[in-house]
């Protein structure tokens, strides 16, 4: 029998879904973060003991992790058994977005015009929606506020499958070691590989809903997970760029079904403030 999800329990769901994400730093992130600390010394412990602590505040005073709160962007995986509000979903979630910034005092962050005007929409709106139908009678709401540093390093190269992967570790790496400075590390880095030029950086990012330093189930990936974490944390980058053993915390790989000619291949970072939230009706 399919289920009805009424449109007030949509927007109400996002809502918290984005304040959760603004005040409280996933457990699975902080947990990595404090390990982390136990593991280095002198300035770099400092730096991610004060990480922890940032996020202890933000959660307890009810403030943003970052002053970079970033754009909202939503997933729903949809249950073909579901029956969804006649109200287009893109104006349920935005109304979402809306509530929250104004109830949680968030910066308003998005530009409506790129290039020329640049003008501030005042409300972070419009978020980024991303439907995919699934089998069952659920829905599936995951919420990311993505902001601008990490964001920038991230990248998407179109390779040949003649690289091998070998030859895609190197891309991998060269690029890591020019960005990761930027992106306020201890990062998180989410590979996809395979798809098409769009599908393949929706995969990277959605990597980073994944626990943190869980690995791939299969063999040769996760193998890959912990050949590229373990380069980067010899590079001494360390926590916010100032030298350390944590540069990143974990590398999360995923790979599509991809044409014969074609070895599509993007890296989504998210710095350590890794802020994601979700929920399921």
Sequence with gaps: ?????????????????????????RRDVLNAILLAAERETGLARKN??????????????????????????????????????????????????????KEGALRASVVN??????????????????????????????????GAGSENTSFLRMLSPAVGIRGLKEVILKRLYERIPYACPPVIIGVAVGGTFDTVARAAKKTLFEPVGRRNSSLGLGRLEEEILNEVNSWGIGPQALGGKTTALAVHFRALPSHIASLPMAVCLSCHSLRTAEAEF
């Design 48 to 101: 991610l003991e004060i990480i922890a602590d940032n996020a202890y505040f933000a959660y307890e005073r009810k403030k943003p992790l970052c002053q970079d709160t970033g754009v909202v962007e939503v997933f729903l995986e949809i249950g073909q058994g579901v029956i969804l509000p006649s109200e287009p979903l893109k104006d349920l979630v935005e109304k979402a977005v809306k509530m929250a910034f």
């Design 113 to 146: 015009d790129p290039l020329f005007e640049r003008k501030n929409t005042g409300d972070s709106c419009p978020a980024v929606v991303d439907c995919e139908l699934v089998p069952g009678e659920r829905l599936r709401v995951l919420v990311m506020l993505k």
């Design 1 to 25: 029998m399919a289920r009805e999800i009424k449109a007030e329990a949509i927007v109400e769901k996002i809502f918290q879904l984005i304040l959760k994400a603004s005040f409280e730093l």
